[in-house]
Each structure stands twice: as structure tokens, then as C-alpha cells.
């Protein structure tokens, strides 16, 4: 059962321009929400959080909107830089247990 | 601090070995997860660890698989006997998990990149 969906397996994007990546998900019990980021033969690193308490975390370029009642979060990259190209990947946490991954979406930046 | 340590980083084996994946989790993490990844699926969480206690297993697919911890600095995944279905890449991350989820997450390792023929 996927409670983390990413629907969206791939995108693509001119540099320069906004980058939009979507993630839903089913457990009303998700209470933590984070984005990682992947590149090839190498494990996801952090990239950002928002705790439920809150709709919108902005750090540099990358911002994260919540939105609980639509059980839906995305990630916002603007400036888009071809260095963003990877796989991004939505993942949620409920009160402190394990954290639960989507299928990722392959972000293409094209300068 | 050298991250979370997987070994090896590749591993090619015939269908029906046994196969072992080893994992070295940052130090004071108190928790440790292996992950599977596949192309349809994703990151899949197959186990996790609390203060080397197994505390959900219910993501491991079948009884070929079992995870030991048998101290704070080590882990195991192993498969027996393996099957070409198997094959993926086996991600191990580590946290610290103390009534609130690290604003950091999880620290992954660069994985082991599994396939059996």
C-alpha cells in the first residue's frame, strides 16, 4: 500500500524557470514531511522539511507547501539550475516512526 | 564523521546463494532502517531498528529475508536463498530518533546495488 504517491515520474525543465514537484499522500497520521534528493549511485540526501503545524518552509530556492486538507505537498525549485537535475523524493513520518518514501520523480533541468 | 558505511557497493550473484548486505550506521544514531529501491516502487522500507531492536518488520517480503543488529555500530540484511526478483539497490539509514523526528531526517548510505542472475 503507497501512502507516499508520486505521480509524476519524470519532469522536465528550462533552466531558469520554476520547478514543481508534487507528492500525495493517504495516512491523516503523517505529521513530517520531507523531500530528499538523488543522484546516480549515490544514497538520497536531506534536502527539506515541514512539520504539519505549518503550510509553507522556504530555504534558498527550494520552497515546501502543505497542504493537509488536500493531503498534498509539493516542492518548489526556483531558480531551476541543470545542478538540481536528480531524483527527488517525497517522504512523510507519523509522530516519530519510520519514515515512508514515494517512487520519486526525475527532475531534468536543460540549460 | 564518515556517514553511514554500506558494503559492498556492488554484488552480483547466481540465483539461489546466499547473500549478506552490511551496514555501519553514523555513530549515536539510535535508529537504523534498510530500504529497497526499484523502479516501480521506489524507496521501500523493509525494516527498522531501535536501539538494536527490531521494531517493524512487516516490509520484508518473505521469510529469505532477515535483518540482525547485533550492536549500535553494525547491521545485516540477508537474503537465502536469493532470487533474480531480488535484485535492486539496498539502501541502510541511520537517525537518531528521540521523541521528534531529526529536522535532518535520515542519513542514507550510498547503498549496495544487488543483482542476481
Known amino acids: 500500500d503507497q501512502q507516499v504517491k508520486q505521480n509524476s515520474p519524470s519532469l522536465s525543465v528550462q533552466e531558469g524557470r520554476i520547478s514543481i514537484l508534487n507528492c500525495d499522500y493517504t495516512n491523516s497520521m503523517f505529521d513530517y514531511f520531507l523531500w530528499y534528493k538523488k543522484y546516480p549511485a549515490e544514497g538520497p540526501t536531506f534536502l527539506i522539511s515541514?512539520?504539519?503545524?505549518?503550510d509553507k518552509n522556504e530555504d534558498g530556492r527550494f520552497t515546501v507547501f502543505l497542504n493537509k486538507s488536500a493531503k498534498h505537498l509539493s516542492l518548489h525549485i526556483v531558480p531551476s539550475q541543470p545542478g538540481d537535475s536528480a531524483v527527488y523524493f517525497c517522504?512523510?513520518?507519523?509522530?516519530?516512526?519510520?519514515?515512508?518514501f514515494g517512487a520519486g520523480t526525475r527532475l531534468t533541468v536543460k540549460p | 564523521d564518515a556517514g553511514v558505511i554500506q558494503s559492498p557497493r556492488h554484488e552480483v550473484t547466481e540465483m539461489g546463494q546466499e547473500v549478506t548486505l552490511r551496514c555501519k550506521p553514523i555513530s549515536g544514531h539510535n535508529s537504523l532502517f534498510w530500504y529497497r529501491q526499484t523502479m516501480m516502487r521506489g524507496l521501500e522500507l523493509l525494516i527498522y531498528?531501535?536501539?538494536?531492536?527490531?521494531?517493524?518488520d512487516s516490509g520484508m517480503p518473505e521469510d529469505r529475508f532477515s535483518a540482525k543488529m547485533p550492536n549500535a555500530s553494525f547491521s545485516t540484511l540477508k537474503i537465502q536463498p536469493s532470487e533474480p526478483r531480488d535484485s535492486a539497490v539496498y539502501f541502510c539509514a541511520s537517525s537518531h530518533l528521540s521523541g521528534g523526528l531529526a529536522n535532518y531526517g535520515y542519513t542514507f548510505g550510498s547503498g549496495t546495488r544487488l543483482t542476481v542472475v
Open positions: 531498528f531501535n536501539n538494536n531492536v527490531p521494531i517493524d
Open positions: 517522504a512523510a513520518s507519523a509522530h516519530n516512526n519510520d519514515m515512508r
Open positions: 515541514i512539520s504539519s503545524i505549518k
